[in-house]
């Protein structure tokens, strides 16, 4: 079971791409772990969680937030976060469009997520609409964030 499932919110899933000829391998079994994972970061995210978030983060991950500079290795992406979560309160959902691997210990994932996004400060509500893509690493068995970066799919603000 999921962690939305859990939540009581159905999985969702987009093409999870298992090996060419279909059959069971380590090609789906990583989509499935992977697939876990970004449940998770979502839970993390709408939980504003950053202890949750590093423990989804390869110790040399690199995140790259849209209109920001890009945070590499542990300390600056827990900074980068930290300074998230004190800033904005998130409840998205993720869509898991695909989850590719492409070799025995890397994979890409590529998501969109919508939600609404509250600012602490004023306690202003929004919409919030990303695409995502997601580079990731089995790191000691487990599969990990090696890289992220987002952009919105909102219009422009007039």
Wanted: negative net charge; glycine residues 8%.
């Amino acid at each position: 079971m999921s962690y939305l499932e859990k939540m009581g919110r159905p999985a969702r899933t987009g093409l999870l791409r298992a090996p060419a000829d279909g059959a069971r391998g380590p090609g789906a079994d990583a989509a499935a772990a992977i697939t876990d994972t970004l449940h998770r970061y979502e839970v993390a995210l709408n939980t504003g969680d950053t202890n949750a978030v590093m423990a989804l983060y390869a110790e040399d991950g690199v995140f790259m937030p849209q209109h920001f500079p890009s945070a590499v290795g542990a300390t600056l992406v827990r900074a980068a976060y930290d300074g998230v979560f004190a800033t904005i309160r998130l409840s998205v959902a993720f869509d898991i469009v695909e989850v590719v691997p492409v070799a025995e210990d890397w994979a890409f994932a590529r998501t969109n997520s919508t939600g609404t996004v509250t600012v602490l400060a004023t306690g202003e509500s929004g919409p919030e609409a990303n695409q995502e893509l997601f580079v990731m690493q089995r790191v000691e068995g487990a599969w990990k964030i090696a890289r992220y970066a987002f952009c919105t799919t909102n219009p422009p603000r007039g």
